[in-house]
Nanobody, 122 residues
Framework: QVQLRETGGELVQAGESLRLSCLASGRTFGYSVGWFRQAPGKEREFVAAINWGSSDLYADSVKGRFTVSRDHAKNTAFLQMNKLKPEDTAVYYC?????????????????WGQGTQVTVSS
């Protein structure tokens, strides 16, 4: 099993930056990490993901602004979010997939964190 805990969400102004962290415990090898978000009244959507080998995937809406990374020694994945926009406002979730390659599909992930709120004011 993998337990996940996200931290780092807060209220910021448009144009500012935030870094979200996702700390994993339990199984700590051989899994990929995805970041998803869900805004009020909308479905959960893919944001970014990183393979066990650290190659990454991004949604078109965040490409060039967000960067996903991971520190294997700390069992932590990160989502660096720059140039934030009001439309980035959502609860952000990290998820673990028990496979070395990441996926854009939420259905492919086995474990989820509780989420952290990111609010971007205009």
């Amino acid at each position: 099993q993998v337990q996940l805990r996200e931290t780092g969400g807060e209220l910021v102004q448009a144009g500012e930056s935030l870094r979200l962290s996702c700390l994993a415990s339990g199984r700590t090898f051989g899994y990929s990490v995805g970041w998803f978000r869900q805004a009020p009244g909308k479905e959960r959507e893919f944001v970014a993901a990183i393979n066990w080998g650290s190659s990454d995937l991004y949604a078109d809406s965040v490409k060039g602004r967000f960067t996903v990374s991971r520190d294997h020694a700390k069992n932590t994945a990160f989502l660096q979010m720059n140039k934030l926009k009001p439309e980035d406002t959502a609860v952000y979730y990290c998820a673990a997939r028990l496979f070395v390659l990441a996926s854009r599909s939420a259905n492919e992930y086995n474990y989820w964190g509780q989420g952290t709120q990111v609010t971007v004011s205009s």
